[in-house]
């Protein structure tokens, strides 16, 4: 059964470095403070009302929590500690820095109900990290994951596509060496220009080209594909749209407040574009979780195949994996898989 995630943001705090990119306050709306034992009772007890028996699990998103002084991280997770013996809370999940982790940290978080641990690799090129203000190597990383991974806990990785000297090949290869590593999961976060950040200022004098919209679709999509067929979990692609992320805080960059299903619902395209020829009439059934993928947002999907040609039916169907799209097409029937198909290769973006 899938966790409901009582969030707390911690913006910023522990944050030894404030990297190019950086404005965590406008990310997630919080003003960076932390919550008192009482706030963190009454929010898990909000929750759980509304969860529908569904388990719980407490996530502190922002920040470098293992950076925070040990007796911060400890008050921090004591008042979560009767709700996880009581079996309220199922589990605790931080986020951090590849530069303060290790084992002993790792172990003493364990006993104290962290289950998972995100690291904000971001890169694994130096030359990509050294340009950010990260303040971390990518070996750094590789031993971070792999340190994790050896304690029973797992361990997620955040990459950010398009940063300062990053490219669609060492984007790959950061997925590919992260995966290699020993991660659990991946979040894809491509890089936004945010109005007062390093950044914005390099963007401004024009030292800095960020990502368009296309062209971080077409990156994210060749990205979930190779995770897919790598069985790794892409878990979330794009900031999360909220207060904080808008019109007047975006001066730039791959941010789009569905982003997640603007580059499955591309990964659906791409493989009708490559498998049926234009002109053609066709029915194409897919999983039903992914209905709304595959013909597209405001049935973008569609309109696209009209303008090939193709009249596109698409219907539901629950014995196909959610990876497959069944093409009839007159007297023939094929199924494709985006997991399977060796077609989809890196191509500029």
């Not at 590849?98 to 962290?114: F, K, M, T, Y």
């Not at 594909?225 to 909220?242: E, H």
Request: hydrophobic share 40%.
């Amino acid at each position: 059964m899938k966790h409901v995630t009582v969030p707390f943001f911690i913006s910023h705090q522990g944050c030894p470095h404030t990297c190019v990119f950086c404005d965590q306050r406008t990310i997630s709306g919080a003003n960076g403070t932390l919550p008192t034992a009482e706030q963190i009772c009454d929010r898990i007890a909000t929750w759980r009302s509304t969860a529908g028996g569904r388990p719980l699990e407490v996530a502190f998103f922002g920040g470098t929590f293992t950076a925070l002084p040990e007796e911060i991280q400890a008050k921090l997770l004591a008042p979560l500690q009767p709700f996880l013996e009581s079996g309220t809370l199922d589990s605790v999940r931080i986020s951090t820095r590849p530069d303060h982790i290790d084992a002993d940290r790792v172990v003493w978080l364990s006993e104290r109900g962290v289950r998972t641990i995100e690291l904000g690799v971001q890169s694994m090129d130096d030359t990509v990290l050294a340009a950010s203000g990260r303040g971390h190597s990518a070996a750094e990383s590789i031993n971070a994951i792999r340190c994790i991974k050896r304690q029973g806990v797992r361990v997620g990785a955040q990459l950010m596509p398009g940063l300062p000297g990053d490219t669609p090949v060492s984007s790959l290869a950061s997925l590919d060496q992260v995966i290699a590593a020993g991660a659990d999961f991946i979040r894809i976060y491509p890089t936004v220009v945010l109005r007062g950040t390093e950044l914005a200022r390099r963007y401004a004098a024009g030292d800095f080209i960020p990502l368009s919209l296309d062209r971080g679709v077409s990156l994210c999509t060749q990205l979930l594909q190779r995770a897919m067929q790598s069985g790794i979990p892409v878990i979330r692609i794009g900031l999360q749209a909220d207060q904080g992320l808008n019109e007047e805080s975006v001066l730039a960059g791959c941010w789009h407040p569905a982003l997640g299903q603007l580059v499955r619902s591309q990964l659906y395209a791409d493989l009708l574009n490559r498998y049926v020829p234009p002109g053609q009439r066709v029915a194409v059934y897919c999983h039903p979780a992914r209905l709304s993928d595959v013909v597209g947002m405001k049935r973008s999907a569609l309109h696209s195949q009209s303008q090939r040609g193709v009249q596109m039916q698409v219907v539901p169907d629950a014995t196909l994996e959610k990876e497959e799209l069944k093409v009839e097409i007159e007297d023939s029937c094929v199924i494709y898989s985006i997991i399977k198909d060796s077609n989809y290769s890196i191509h500029e973006v």
